[in-house]
């Protein structure tokens, strides 16, 4: 663990996450004010009881002090205290790295039961890629498989409101249960490398799709389309939703979906429900048809090289859906110019509804939590 005080750069990132999440949550917007009326409490008719029952399984194995550790209120501010970076300046929850082999199986399961099988399967290769560059860097107290913090947020329920959230070096994902309703964003993926060509997990790869199919679509344009869809030459250095940027203010940018031919549309669409998919079946369809609502609205940029082998950033923005995808510079491997080798993705609910805030808001409109009462009081 980090010495107090912390470096300075360390300090410093600290004070800006402190002061970010003192900041009351608006969620991402264009100008500063959430559109309403985009997000409803509502059957889904997929039922969320396979995810209640594994992380009640997963809270029965924990000791005292572990459960001590995972559990926070259902409004704690920890939902917004998740970073990507590896050192453990705001880490919570109950590691997996303390847990037993079966603790950890149970956390796992909590995990694999609310992601798609290619979800959890890209959320376990990140893992071990994140093993991986602990071997590299023989740095194992900042790089690791386990290196991973577990938290639950409220009681897990079949109707009241509670979530979970899994926390570390390139592996966020944040989840909101609410009856038969699913909220999985922030989502935040990454890898350094995202190819292992050695060692137990050798051919290890991720975001091969994510890369290819983005270049597809952007290979799709004709010269006018392309100089639309491209909106700067330099990457960001970072996706601009990253942790600590629930507020951020981003305009739309880009070539808009109606401004594509069917076969292109086609492509981007390939492309939204790659990242759609990590949700579990069902729930992703809910939320593609969500997202489906809003494709006049949607905008496809891109910064960066054209070529196959170019590195390169691009985004897909909707009043519901925030996508984003980056090439990294090297920080564990020994590169300062952004390569393949490390990429970012962040998937993002605009308009108040990441962390499902904005269901959150509706349901306590409607109900009247009194203290030390089990029932619900409609107001």
């Given at each position: 663990?980090?010495?107090?005080?912390?470096?300075?750069?360390l300090q410093r990132y600290r004070d800006n996450a402190e002061a970010a999440v003192a900041t009351p949550f608006k969620g991402i917007t264009i100008d500063g004010t959430p559109v309403p009326g985009l997000f409803a409490i509502q059957a889904t008719g997929v039922s969320t009881q396979p995810?209640?029952?594994?992380?009640v399984a997963l809270l029965d194995s924990l000791g005292p002090e572990q459960a001590g550790r995972a559990r926070f209120p259902l409004g704690t501010d920890a939902w917004r205290r998740w970073s990507n970076i590896?050192?453990?300046?705001?880490?919570h929850g109950v590691p997996l790295d303390a847990m037993t082999s079966a603790q950890r199986e149970r956390a796992l399961a909590l995990v694999q039961v609310t992601l798609s099988e290619a979800g959890y399967r890209l959320a376990r290769d990140v893992m071990r890629l994140n093993q991986v560059i602990a071997e590299i860097t023989n740095r194992p107290d900042e790089y690791g498989e386990w290196l991973y913090w577990l938290s639950v947020m409220g009681t897990p329920s079949g109707t009241e409101p509670w979530g979970?959230?899994?926390?570390?070096?390139?592996?966020?994902?944040n989840c909101l249960v609410l009856g038969d309703q699913l909220?999985?964003?922030?989502?935040?993926?990454?890898?350094e490398p995202v190819i292992a060509l050695s060692g137990p997990y050798a051919g290890t790869r991720v975001f091969e799709a994510e890369e290819q199919q983005g270049l597809a679509v952007l290979h799709s344009l004709n010269p006018g389309q392309r100089a639309r869809a491209i909106v700067s030459a330099d990457l960001p250095g970072e996706v601009l939703t990253a942790a600590f940027r629930d507020n951020v203010e981003l305009k739309p940018e880009g070539i808009r979906w109606g401004e594509l031919s069917a076969g292109q549309q086609s492509l981007l669409r390939r492309l939204l429900d790659t990242y759609l998919g990590r949700i579990r079946p069902g729930h992703a369809r809910v939320r593609s048809e969500e997202v489906a609502r809003h494709l006049d609205e949607t905008r496809f940029a891109w910064i960066g090289g054209v070529a196959d082998d170019s590195v390169f950033y691009y985004r897909i923005h909707s009043p519901v859906v925030?996508?984003?995808f980056d090439h990294q510079r090297g920080v564990a491997l020994d590169n300062d110019q952004p390569s393949r080798q490390h990429i970012h993705t962040v998937i993002?609910?605009?308009?108040?509804?990441?962390?499902g805030k904005d269901l959150l808001r509706q349901h306590h409109a409607q109900f009247d939590h009194q203290?030390?009462?089990?029932q619900h009081v409609r107001r």
């Amino acid at each position: 663990m980090l010495s107090n005080p912390l470096p300075e750069g360390l300090q410093r990132y600290r004070d800006n996450a402190e002061a970010a999440v003192a900041t009351p949550f608006k969620g991402i917007t264009i100008d500063g004010t959430p559109v309403p009326g985009l997000f409803a409490i509502q059957a889904t008719g997929v039922s969320t009881q396979p995810i209640v029952t594994a992380a009640v399984a997963l809270l029965d194995s924990l000791g005292p002090e572990q459960a001590g550790r995972a559990r926070f209120p259902l409004g704690t501010d920890a939902w917004r205290r998740w970073s990507n970076i590896h050192p453990f300046v705001m880490r919570h929850g109950v590691p997996l790295d303390a847990m037993t082999s079966a603790q950890r199986e149970r956390a796992l399961a909590l995990v694999q039961v609310t992601l798609s099988e290619a979800g959890y399967r890209l959320a376990r290769d990140v893992m071990r890629l994140n093993q991986v560059i602990a071997e590299i860097t023989n740095r194992p107290d900042e790089y690791g498989e386990w290196l991973y913090w577990l938290s639950v947020m409220g009681t897990p329920s079949g109707t009241e409101p509670w979530g979970w959230q899994i926390d570390g070096h390139h592996l966020i994902v944040n989840c909101l249960v609410l009856g038969d309703q699913l909220v999985l964003t922030p989502m935040f993926m990454g890898s350094e490398p995202v190819i292992a060509l050695s060692g137990p997990y050798a051919g290890t790869r991720v975001f091969e799709a994510e890369e290819q199919q983005g270049l597809a679509v952007l290979h799709s344009l004709n010269p006018g389309q392309r100089a639309r869809a491209i909106v700067s030459a330099d990457l960001p250095g970072e996706v601009l939703t990253a942790a600590f940027r629930d507020n951020v203010e981003l305009k739309p940018e880009g070539i808009r979906w109606g401004e594509l031919s069917a076969g292109q549309q086609s492509l981007l669409r390939r492309l939204l429900d790659t990242y759609l998919g990590r949700i579990r079946p069902g729930h992703a369809r809910v939320r593609s048809e969500e997202v489906a609502r809003h494709l006049d609205e949607t905008r496809f940029a891109w910064i960066g090289g054209v070529a196959d082998d170019s590195v390169f950033y691009y985004r897909i923005h909707s009043p519901v859906v925030l996508i984003e995808f980056d090439h990294q510079r090297g920080v564990a491997l020994d590169n300062d110019q952004p390569s393949r080798q490390h990429i970012h993705t962040v998937i993002r609910t605009p308009n108040g509804n990441d962390y499902g805030k904005d269901l959150l808001r509706q349901h306590h409109a409607q109900f009247d939590h009194q203290p030390g009462r089990q029932q619900h009081v409609r107001r």
